[in-house]
């Protein structure tokens, strides 16, 4: 483990929705900062907005629930319905500890799993399908457990990770879904299915439910692995490297795949319930074309968020599957619910907040898109968002962390991570953990 120099992170409460601090002058959740590093500097924000607010004045006034605190986050998405409303992490934050969690992104291979933290500790799988078990107060690495198998020597890109009653579940790129014993990260089971996985296995209930690339959901008994049911999708060609993680509410589990579909199964018995499709036509590059829904869809409070890469973001009612609204805004990072309101980033690296009853579009921000902007060279994606004590944080695949406000999209500050962020930040017990492009793992406390 190596130490890094702590810096001061303040997490306030509340502001003033009209209250904008600058790069130059807070840091990335709003505090003084040091004299700013000699250098060029650029902005954050670009100046282009593709889409425009619908609505202005006293109703497009943004009410959150309080934050509150939670413990762990066990799984993607934090628990199985992927609704984690509003957090707390507040104080002053610094970066206590920073560790590797072995190997991170390169051309052979991508890191593409969260980490997941519960019971004192937090759970990684890097770029080669090695887990490892971090002390989540101290960074100190408990053990680690190679998942690929004896009589395979090929890099394959793993999904991720899940934790449940001990157990942590790994879905792997060789086809498999392996549980290790928390504590001592031994392996326990082994099941093999239809193809691979590059998404993270959800857990509720007793049942692992885990997709693979062939758009097949395999539902396993969390005890000995076995199958209890599988439902298939309409098989493509070709997709998002990433893949995706169900979620899980009460008997329903609602999957995506990359075709575009949404199923609405029974949690029991795999029986579908209701399906849509999150399929336009009106975007035409190749990159649009693809309808994949990597971001996970949300439940809360008998509804069904969802949106795909091809340009439709959903709001469903979760019993009966009529499409309550719907709009031409395509992304492939996982929606924010809180409260009656969502957040999102789209294809276009646009920050946006939702109505979430109505779909109506409160603010827009732009962030930036090219590390040059002026010759549009070095492409520049971003993660999250995550909402953690009136703040909105994000990354960047060039390095950065930003700070939103959620009331009103104005950026509060932002700081320089230690490499790229292409996996969404997690929160558990008023701790952030990044997981970097390198595969450091570093927690702010």
């Not at 082994?190 to 693979?212: E, I």
Request: with cysteine; net charge negative.
């Amino acid at each position: 483990m190596t130490a890094a120099a702590p810096r001061r992170l303040v997490l306030a409460g509340a502001l003033a929705a009209s209250v904008v601090l600058s790069g130059c002058d807070a840091g990335w959740l709003g505090e003084r900062a040091a004299p700013p590093l000699p250098g060029k500097r650029i902005s954050v924000l670009s100046r282009e907005k593709l889409i425009e607010p619908e609505i202005a004045g006293p109703v497009a006034k943004v009410i959150l629930p309080p934050p509150e605190p939670n413990e762990d986050w066990p799984q993607a998405g934090g628990y199985s319905n992927h609704a984690m409303q509003h957090m707390v992490a507040d104080g002053d934050l610094r970066e206590v500890w920073s560790v590797s969690a072995g190997s991170g992104s390169s051309k052979r291979s991508r890191l593409l799993g969260q980490p997941v933290v519960a019971d004192g500790m937090v759970f990684t799988v890097d770029a080669s399908s090695e887990v490892s078990a971090f002390n989540a107060e101290t960074g100190k690495r408990l053990w680690r457990t190679d998942t690929v198998p004896s009589d395979n020597s090929n890099v394959y890109t793993s999904g991720g990770v899940a934790y449940d009653e001990g157990r942590v579940f790994v879905a792997t790129g060789f086809a498999q879904v392996v549980a290790l014993d928390a504590a001592s990260g031994r392996i326990l089971w082994r099941q093999t299915l239809s193809g691979p996985m590059r998404g993270a296995p959800t857990v509720r209930g007793g049942r692992v439910f885990a997709v693979t690339v062939d758009n097949q959901t395999h539902a396993l008994a969390a005890e000995d692995g076995g199958v209890l049911w599988t439902h298939s999708g309409i098989t493509e060609a070709t997709g998002l490297l990433a893949g995706n993680s169900p979620a899980v509410d009460g008997n329903m589990v609602v999957v995506p795949y990359s075709s575009g579909e949404l199923f609405a199964l029974r949690v029991d018995t795999g029986v579908p319930i209701w399906q849509d499709s999150l399929v336009t036509i009106r975007r035409t590059e190749i990159i649009g074309a693809l309808m994949d829904i990597r971001g996970r869809p949300a439940i809360d409070r008998g509804r069904v968020y969802a949106i795909s890469n091809g340009d439709m973001l959903v709001c469903i009612d979760q019993k009966t599957g009529r499409r309550l609204w719907e709009k031409e805004i395509g992304g492939v990072e996982s929606p924010w619910v809180a409260g009656d309101f969502l957040f999102l980033l789209t294809n276009n690296n646009e920050a946006v907040a939702v109505e979430a009853k109505t779909g109506r579009i409160v603010w827009v921000t732009q962030m930036q898109s090219w590390e040059d902007p002026k010759a549009k060279e070095g492409r520049i994606l971003w993660s999250g968002p995550v909402l953690v004590s009136d703040r909105l944080i994000l990354g960047s695949s060039d390095g950065k962390l930003v700070s939103l406000s959620p009331y009103t999209g104005d950026m509060l500050g932002w700081e320089k991570a230690p490499d790229g962020v292409s996996i969404a930040p997690v929160v558990a017990n008023g701790t952030l953990y990044f997981l970097t492009d390198e595969a450091d793992l570093v927690a702010y406390r």
